[in-house]
C-alpha cells in the first residue's frame, strides 16, 4: 500500500526524534511492503523566522492531503522568556488543529516494567497501569473569547462548549472502552463550572448508548489526586481540554520518562501524531534526546491507518529497546553507556527489519561490533 505522511519536525529536538521515527516507518514500509511518501512543511518558531507565520498556508494545504500527519515538537526559548510577543509558536498547532478539526486528544499511558524504578511512585502503586486519556481538543477555555482591561488590571478567558462538541469526542471513549476494560470516567467540576454541568449531562446520557460500559464521575481536583496515588484504577479518562493538559502532563510520571508518552489528535477527515514532551531545546543537536515517543506515534499512526501488525512490530522492538538497555540517557537505568538519540532509532529500525534475531545479536551489533554472530 501506498501512503502519504506529512512531517512537521517543528523546533528544538523535533526534528531529531522524528527522523527516528521515519526510520522506523521506512523499516516497515520494507518488511510489509508498504510505500510511504513524506511532505516535509513548517509550523512554529522555524515558520515565524521564515516566513513570519507560525503556521504557513502551504503546510495547511500538505496535512490536508496527507493520510496522515507526524509532528515533532513546537517552542523556543525566546518566545517563552517574552509572553509580550503577539506571535507566538503555538499559535501555528492551536490553529492547525482548528484547521483540520482535530478535536479528540489521546494520550496512552502505560507503566513499563522495566522503567517502574524510574518512577518517583511506588512499584507497586503504578505496576500494571494502563491508562488512555481522552482529551477535548479544539474548544473550551483555549479556544474562548480573550480580552484584557486598558489599564492592564483586569482580564478574562471565556470557556464555552456546546453539545455536540462533547457527544463527538465521548463516542469515541466509549468506543474504545469496550475494546478495553470496559470503563470511562468523566473527570469534570460540575460542581461549580457550567461548561462542567453540561459535560455530566452530555455524558451521562450518551453512556445510555453503551450499556457494556460503565461510567464514573469524578472531580478534577479527586482526579489529581488518584491519578497518583491509584493510578491503577482508571481505564479510559474523558475530559475538556483544560484538565485534560494538566492531566496528561501529570501521568507522565507514571511512565517513568516523559520521552516514552505518545499522542494522537483525531478528527474526521484527518489524524496528527506526536510525542507529548516539548521542544528540550538544550538537548537541540545534541544528539541525546529520547526519541520513543516519537516512534510510538509512528505506531498509533500505523493503527490509525489500520496497519495493526505494523504498528505492533515497533511496539515490541520499543520494548525490546528496554530490555536491553539501548536507551537514551533519561532512562539508561545500570546501563553504564547511554546510547544517543540515532543509535536509538537505528536499534529499532534494526529489529523491525530482523525480527528473529537473538537478544546476543542485537546486543553485540549495537555494541559496535560489525558481524552478526
Keep these: 500500500m501506498k501512503y502519504t505522511i506529512a512531517v512537521i519536525p517543528g523546533d528544538g529536538i523535533g ?4 527522523n527516528q521515527a521515519k526510520k522506523a516507518l521506512d523499516a516497515v514500509a520494507e518488511v510489509y511492503d508498504h510505500i510511504f511518501l513524506y511532505e516535509e512543511a513548517q509550523m512554529g518558531s522555524c515558520a515565524i523566522e521564515a516566513t513570519g507565520n507560525p503556521l504557513p498556508e502551504k503546510t495547511i494545504e500538505i496535512c490536508k492531503k496527507a493520510d496522515a500527519i507526524l509532528f515533532g515538537a513546537i517552542g523556543d526559548p525566546k518566545y517563552d522568556n517574552d509572553p509580550s510577543l503577539r506571535i507566538r509558536p503555538e499559535q501555528g498547532l492551536l490553529k492547525l488543529r482548528k484547521e483540520l478539526d482535530l478535536f479528540c486528544n489521546v494520550n496512552p499511558v502505560k507503566a513499563y516494567d522495566q522503567l517502574i524504578k524510574n518512577s518517583p511512585l511506588k512499584r507497586e502503586i503504578i505496576k500494571g497501569t494502563d491508562i488512555v486519556i481522552f482529551r477535548e481538543l479544539t474548544s473550551g477555555i483555549y479556544f474562548g473569547k480573550k480580552e484584557v482591561s486598558k489599564d492592564g488590571k483586569n482580564a478574562f478567558d471565556v470557556c464555552s462548549y456546546c453539545e455536540d462538541e462533547i457527544s463527538r469526542i465521548a463516542h469515541l471513549a466509549f468506543k474504545a472502552a469496550q475494546g478495553r476494560k470496559k470503563k470511562v470516567t468523566l473527570i469534570d467540576k460540575s460542581n461549580v463550572l457550567e461548561t462542567s454541568k453540561l459535560w455530566r449531562k452530555t455524558v451521562t446520557e450518551i ?3 453503551y450499556k457494556n460500559v460503565a461510567l464514573e464521575h469524578m472531580y478534577a481536583d479527586n482526579a489529581a489526586m488518584k491519578l497518583i496515588l491509584k493510578p491503577k484504577s482508571f481505564d479510559v479518562v474523558l475530559t475538556d481540554n483544560l484538565f485534560g493538559d494538566i492531566f496528561s502532563d501529570e501521568v507522565s510520571v507514571i511512565s517513568g520518562s516523559i520521552g516514552l508518552l505518545s499522542s494522537s489528535s483525531i478528527g474526521n477527515n484527518n489524524a496528527l501524531f506526536a510525542p507529548v514532551h516539548g521542544t528540550f531545546s538544550e538537548a537541540k543537536g545534541k544528539d541525546i534526546a529520547n526519541p520513543l515517543a516519537s516512534i510510538l506515534s509512528a505506531a498509533m499512526l500505523l493503527e ?3 496497519l495493526l501488525e505494523e504498528a505492533d512490530a515497533i511496539e515490541r522492538a520499543v520494548e525490546k529497546s528496554l530490555d536491553l538497555n539501548i536507551t537514551t540517557e533519561d532512562i539508561k537505568g545500570k546501563n553504564k553507556y547511554a546510547a544517543s538519540t540515532s543509535k536509538v532509532g537505528d536499534f529499532i529500525a534494526d529489529y523491525i527489519l ?11 551489533i549495537h555494541a559496535g561490533q560489525s558481524t552478526i554472530i
Design 207 to 209: 453512556a445510555k448508548q
Design 304 to 306: 490509525h491507518l489500520g
Design 15 to 18: 526534528p531529531e526524534v522524528t
Design 354 to 364: 530482523n525480527q528473529e534475531d537473538s537478544n546476543l545479536n542485537f546486543i553485540n
